[in-house]
């Protein structure tokens, strides 16, 4: 019930196109959902993230989209850049009090020039 | 620069030994917490950190010590190394409890 499963493993988009990583999860009472982005070398940076309580949140190119019913939540990346290239984690927490993050397994992304 | 900063960012050691990584946050946040990133498993919480002198179990704690004498330092040591320990870990630090964690560099750690 802790777990954030998340895919696909890796994606190939060539350039200008959508990328799009899912995650799932089996705990309602997990309320916060980030997406971290990482690049070779580097730690974990916060992309963009949404409550339950909203059923998309767009920053940029990259939107959340939240189906709390279905218990998923999807990352997009619209028009992916070469710089995009990297590997995204999805996450979940529960609210206060609780705070570790359970992480999905990651997912490898290449956009094409 | 203010930020979260790992030391060292690489280290080879050998099974038996004790190794500490350090982690350093100028934020002054109250919240610390260290990950292990391998390959298939994504970040694993080991330990976390509520604040100075209250610390707390995650996923996969076995094999580690964490303390937490000053807010701003998190040290983890591997008191005996072992081989399944050889990871990459990761420190991260929070302003308050279900609030974005940012992570550091990162300590890649191969023990032969």
């Known amino acids: 019930q802790q777990q954030v499963k998340q895919s696909p493993q890796s994606l190939i988009v060539q350039k200008g196109g959508i990328s799009i990583i899912n995650c799932a999860y089996e705990n309602t009472a997990f309320d916060y959902f980030p997406w971290y982005q990482q690049f070779p070398g580097k730690g974990p940076a916060l992309l963009i993230a949404i409550r339950p309580d909203v059923s998309e949140k767009k920053e940029g190119r990259f939107t959340i989209s939240f189906n709390k019913s279905a218990k998923q939540f999807s990352l997009h990346i619209m028009d992916s850049q070469p710089g995009d290239s990297a590997t995204y984690f999805c996450?979940?927490?529960?609210?206060?009090?609780?705070?570790?993050?359970?992480f999905g397994t990651g997912t490898r992304l290449k956009v094409l020039a | 620069d203010a930020g979260i900063t790992q030391s060292p960012r690489y280290k080879i050691t050998e099974t038996g030994r004790q190794v500490t990584l350090m982690c350093h946050q100028t934020?002054?946040?109250?919240?610390m917490f260290w990950y292990r990133q391998d390959l298939g498993h994504g970040l694993r919480l080991i330990y976390y950190s509520a604040a100075a002198d209250i610390t707390d179990k995650g996923e996969v704690p076995d094999g580690y010590v964490v303390s937490r004498s000053k807010t701003e330092n998190f040290p983890l040591t591997l008191e005996s190394a072992t081989r399944s320990q050889t990871s990459v870990y990761f420190c991260?630090?929070?302003?308050?409890?279900?609030?974005?964690?940012?992570f550091g560099d990162g300590t890649r750690l191969s023990i032969l």
């Open positions: 991260a630090s929070s302003e308050s409890d279900n609030q974005p964690q940012h």
């Open positions: 934020w002054s946040h109250s919240y």
């Open positions: 996450a979940a927490s529960m609210g206060s009090g609780t705070y570790k993050y359970i």
